[in-house]
DNA sequence: CTTTTTTATGCAATCGTTTGAATAGGGCTT
DNA sequence: AAGCCCTATTCAAACGATTGCATAAAAAAG
């Protein structure tokens, strides 16, 4: 034993007593005598024993341990879900093990692997970008084991989720940008297989159609790899191409939006007087670029709390009792930063 | 068993055969006929046998996990070092398990029980802002058991250390500064029993003497919290009650030096026609902020690379072999943004 | 002074796997 | 045909803890 730790081993053999004693004497156990209770609760002092949670894991099939799949850790969001659910599953007694899938799907089913041969007691998913199938999850599912889905949440049967409203808020983000005057909206789009794009996406349509504005497909622009440049090049190609010029812009995501404006201001262009620009998320970063982005703001720890919740309930079933599939849909905040205000509200 | 997971003995069973043999067939021991092991192989195959992680790790006292201990997942730089980590991790079966202290000594002391308790081969730590004693490290360390510090160090012997070369990034950076014309040049410090904070400023002072810049301590100024309000309210105390005024920030974070560049902008001043400022650790947003932000890169994906390649290595260690204590000192990189281009270089 | 009850403790199986030592059976030698 | 050596397999202990059941001793009841 790496570090000598005590076992229950070793205080039964000092102070002669069975192993079974000494477990319940920790315990308090009825039929322990007082007299052998402070004994070994003594011993166990001095000895600084502790329990071996590997050997309770194997004894108990329960290892409080739960895997968390995302992305990327650099991802602003993603790392606030992350302390949300380490705040819970701590609190709980659960430890957390992470991996990243880095957008691969390869990644995304060894890591599966590696946590199931780890025997977590369930599972929280945001998929890779790459996920069109979802077999290894339905698999899982289908044996009971427990899975939530956060952020990034499958269309398949059954399962229990946590998204924000990402309909309604582009919906508002867009809203927003039209009562400011802005007209001619373009949209930067995240990566089709992705839920949450095609959901933002269909609240920027709704928004436009709601105000009476037909909608220009050439000017819906899917960003697959979600890079600031990625989304420079598009938006300067935009810009330089179109001849009826777009004077707005609502992109999925803060970094598309941050590549936009600079692409947009390195053609001469100024936001927002010559085009309003919003984002969605509200990374840490948005607040300090110039002009500061308005943006969606998407209450990440209270997503991973949520999760991690749902997710704890659903471990704490009885083995045969089922869980009923939901969706918690969290609500988004728009907020408004220099880069939208073309009206000038003194 | 939730996951009806098959196991050896299900094998066993099946196949007639006790459990030593299906042990031994797996893992094509010789003295296994071929023909059981086929056998065996096969209604693995079938039953989607894996082994159990938790009873492995029991038999062999060794979990294939290591703990990380880290003050805020959403810092860039220690996501990038969580990614590193990972990477190196994953690539030798190693799982990681996460925990943030929030900067909370508490936290930390109780993570690295919880820690202990799942029976980690080892840790990897960047210790709290609130830690200042470092007995419960000492304590294992004593034990033989195996830690490796990153990018916070302790002051403390016999240790394995990963570190930035913060001194000499802190030089460069307020020497280009002073290169530039900047030549009265305040400090944003980072809180005091950091030894990068030390370091920091120690680089900064070192910079301004051999330039022969008499420094002024009142220019120094301790930023224990590290959020961008702190350095804004800061800088405009600065900016505002000093008669000589300063020309230029070095802050020991881009955070600060974002919050600095706010407040100077706030008080009708430009950088870098007015004010020079220079960061320190490359976060995502410093090249999307206005003026994009000079700044000391600091190499944090090959910071969790260097830091578990040296854990594994001390993981993997005869049990009475000891290890030499070591630090490793990564170079950091002066990237030269807006912020502190007085000097325009056509 | 038996018999019954209570109290305190020990035994042994179990979780899933590994591994040193034992063994059964077949073929070969002499 | 006795002895010996392989080869293929099994036994059993171990990792650290829990827990239903058995049991010994002490106390209470009759």
């Known amino acids: 034993m790496k570090l ?14 069975s192993l079974s004693t000494v477990s319940r004497a920790l315990k308090d156990y009825p039929g322990i005598s007082n007299e052998t209770k ?76 590696a946590m199931l041969d780890n025997q977590v007691d369930g599972l929280l998913v945001s998929y890779s970008k790459e996920t069109e199938d979802f077999n290894h999850f339905t698999k899982l599912l289908k044996q009971n084991f427990p899975i939530v889905f956060f952020d990034r949440v499958p269309e398949i049967e059954n399962t229990v989720n ?73 938006t300067k190609r935009l810009f330089e191409n179109e001849k009826a010029k777009p004077d707005g812009i609502f992109a999925s995501n803060d970094i598309a939006a941050a590549g936009a404006m600079m692409a947009v201001k390195s053609l001469g262009l100024k936001v927002p007087s010559d085009v309003g620009v919003v984002g969605f998320s509200d990374w840490q970063f948005s607040s300090m670029i110039d002009p500061p982005l308005s943006t969606v703001s998407q209450p990440g720890f209270q997503m991973g709390e949520k999760a991690i919740s749902l997710l704890l309930e659903m471990i704490n079933k009885k083995k045969d009792e089922t869980w009923t599939p939901k969706t918690v849909v969290l609500e988004t905040e728009l907020i408004i930063r220099k880069s939208s205000e073309k009206i000038i509200t003194e």
């Open 162 to 234: 946590v998204t924000v409203n990402d309909f309604k808020g582009a919906y508002d983000a867009t809203s927003h940008l039209i009562n400011q005057g802005y007209k001619n909206i373009a949209h930067l789009a995240g990566p089709k297989n992705l839920t949450i794009s095609r959901k933002r996406l269909d609240g920027y349509l709704a928004a436009l159609q709601d105000h009476s504005i037909k909608h220009n497909p050439d000017w819906i622009i899917p960003c697959p790899i979600g890079t600031q440049e990625e989304s420079f090049e598009f």
């Open 38 to 113: 402070r004994k070994v609760k003594e011993l166990a002092e001095k000895l600084n024993y502790r329990p071996n949670a590997i050997a309770l894991s194997l004894r108990k099939s329960k290892s409080f341990t739960i895997g968390v799949i995302i992305p990327e850790v650099v991802h602003f969001f993603f790392s606030t879900v992350i302390s949300g659910i380490e705040e819970v599953a701590f609190a709980n007694g659960y430890n957390v093990i992470l991996c990243q899938t880095n957008e691969k799907l390869q990644r995304e089913l060894s890591s599966i692997e």
């Open 4 to 17: 000598g730790q005590a076992t229950i081993k070793d205080i039964a053999k000092e102070l002669n007593v």
